[in-house]
C-alpha cells in the first residue's frame, strides 16, 4: 500500500508541476493579449496605418516636415519602436526636409504578416506603403543595420527614384559574404516575449531600447515606447528575417554596382572588417563614409553631428 501512495506521490507531483506552469504561462499569454490591445486603444499609430493590396497587412508610416526632398528611414533588425529609436535624428532633419519612417510587418505599429520576408517582398510593401501614406520621391533613403540590403537593391532596382543612400552602420553585401554572420534570437527571451512573462521583468524595457538608455526619450515617450518593446519583441516576422538573410544578401549582391550615391555614417566602434568593407563601397559608388564615435545605433550617439552632416551632402546633391 505504502508502495502504491509513494508511486502516485512520485507521479503526481512533476504532473501537478507542469499543469501549474502550464497555468501560469497560459494565464500570462491571455493578460498580454488584453494588455496590448488596450494599450494599443490607448497609444494610437502617430502616423498613417495603410493597408497594402497584397497580404491585407497594415503598415505605419510616420511622417513629419515639408520640403521637396522626402528622407525615410529603415530600421535595423529587432528594433522594436523605430518611429522612437529614429527620432533623435529625423527630428533635427524635419525643419527643411519630409521625413518618412517606414516600419516593416512586425515593427512598431505595424501589423504582423504571412508575406514572405524576401528583398522583393519587403521592398515593394516599404514602397507601397509609402504611396498609399501620400509620400513620392525623391527620396534619400537613411537605412540602419539590416535595411542596407533593402536599400541597395532599391537603389539598383529604382535607381531614378533615389537622390542618394545615407547608410547608418549598414549591413552590406560584401561583409555578409565573408562573415556569413546571421543575426540570432534567443529562444528564451522570444518565449518570455510571446507569453507575456517578459513584462513582468523590473526595468527589462529601460534596460533594453538603445533609444531609452541613450536619454533622447521623456517620460510619456518613454512609457509609449515600453507598450511598443513588449508586443515587438522578437516577433515572428523578425525572425523570418534573420532566416531570409543570406538569401536576401545574394539577391542584393547580384545587382551589380549600383548608379546611386551611397554615404555611410560608420560606428567607431565596429570590426575593422566591417569599416573597411563599408567606406570602400561607399567609395565605389561615388559617396563620402565617416566615422562616427559611438556603437551600432550610431544615430543615437551622435545625432546631431550625423543631421549636420546629412544636411550637406543632401544640400550637394540638391545643388547638381
Known amino acids: 500500500m505504502k508502495k502504491n501512495v509513494v508511486k502516485w506521490i512520485l507521479i503526481g507531483i512533476p504532473i501537478v508541476a507542469v499543469l501549474g506552469i502550464s497555468g501560469i ?8 493579449r488584453t494588455r496590448s490591445a488596450q494599450e494599443l486603444e490607448a497609444y ?27 528622407l525615410v ?67 534619400v533613403l537613411f537605412p540602419h543595420s539590416i535595411a542596407g ?16 543612400v545615407i547608410g547608418l552602420d549598414v549591413l552590406i553585401p560584401t561583409y555578409y559574404e565573408q562573415t556569413g554572420e546571421d543575426p540570432s534570437l534567443s529562444p528564451v527571451i522570444t518565449f518570455l516575449a510571446r507569453s507575456g512573462l517578459m513584462r513582468n521583468q523590473p526595468g527589462v524595457c529601460e534596460h533594453n531600447m538603445p533609444v531609452i538608455i541613450h536619454g533622447h526619450l521623456n517620460e510619456k515617450e518613454t512609457e509609449i515606447a515600453c507598450t511598443i518593446f513588449f508586443r515587438r519583441t522578437h516577433t515572428r516576422n523578425m525572425q523570418e528575417e534573420a532566416d531570409m538573410l543570406s538569401e536576401n544578401a545574394a ?28 567606406s570602400a563601397f561607399s567609395e565605389e559608388t561615388g559617396g563620402d563614409s565617416v566615422i562616427i564615435d559611438g556603437g551600432h545605433y550610431i544615430h543615437l550617439y551622435d545625432p546631431d553631428g550625423i543631421s549636420e552632416k546629412s544636411r550637406a551632402l543632401i544640400s550637394r546633391l540638391e545643388r547638381q
Do not use: C, M, N
Open 251 to 278: 539577391l542584393a549582391s547580384q545587382q551589380g554596382p549600383i548608379d546611386v550615391p551611397f554615404h555611410t555614417f560608420i560606428a567607431k566602434e565596429g570590426e575593422e572588417l566591417w569599416k573597411q568593407k563599408l
Open 73 to 139: 528611414f529603415l530600421s535595423g533588425f529587432g528594433t522594436s519602436s523605430p518611429v522612437y529609436d529614429f527620432q533623435p535624428l529625423y527630428s533635427r532633419l524635419s525643419d527643411d526636409y519630409r521625413i518618412a519612417v517606414v516600419e516593416r510587418a512586425g515593427y512598431g505599429w505595424s501589423s504582423e504578416t504571412e508575406s514572405p520576408r524576401d528583398l522583393d517582398t519587403v521592398l515593394a510593401e516599404t514602397r507601397e506603403a509609402l504611396a498609399r501614406a501620400g509620400e513620392t520621391p525623391p527620396y
Open 149 to 164: 540590403l533593402e536599400a541597395i537593391y532599391w537603389a539598383s532596382s529604382y535607381p531614378d527614384e533615389l537622390l542618394a
Open 44 to 70: 494610437p499609430a502617430p502616423g498613417a496605418l495603410v493597408e497594402l493590396e497584397e497580404s491585407g497587412s497594415t503598415l505605419h508610416v510616420y511622417s513629419e516636415g515639408a520640403g521637396d526632398v522626402t
Open 25 to 32: 504561462v497560459l494565464s500570462s499569454w491571455v493578460e498580454h
